[in-house]
Nanobody, 122 residues
């Protein structure tokens, strides 16, 4: 079993930056694939990025603006978000899979955090 807790969301102006954290307990990250998803009001949950086996794959909408980093000693992953746009406004969720592999659909992830709100004002 894995518990995920996100933090770091908030309100930022367009062009600004935020760093989200996802702390895991129960198992180490090295045994899992990790992902970030987001969900805006009235929209489906959207893939942001996935990490597995040393490879990170980003959605086109966030490529070159968002960066994933990891601290295995702290069982924490970080999502650095730069050049934020109003369309990035959403609740951001950290997710983990109980097996490795680059997956892009939310139903392929087994564990989820509670989400953290990111609001980008224009």
């Amino acid at each position: 079993q894995v518990q995920l807790v996100e933090s770091g969301g908030g309100l930022v102006q367009a062009g600004g930056s935020l760093r989200l954290s996802c702390a895991a307990s129960g198992r180490t990250f090295s045994t899992y694939a990790m992902g970030w998803f987001r969900q805006a009001p009235g929209k489906e949950r959207e893939f942001v990025l996935v990490w597995s086996g040393g490879i990170t794959y980003y959605a086109d909408s966030v490529k070159d603006r968002f960066t994933l980093s990891r601290d295995d000693n702290k069982n924490t992953v970080y999502l650095q978000m730069n050049s934020l746009k109003p369309e990035d406004t959403a609740v951001y969720y950290c997710a983990a899979r109980s097996s490795p592999g680059l997956r892009f659909r939310s139903r392929e992830f087994d564990y989820w955090g509670q989400g953290t709100q990111v609001t980008v004002s224009s």
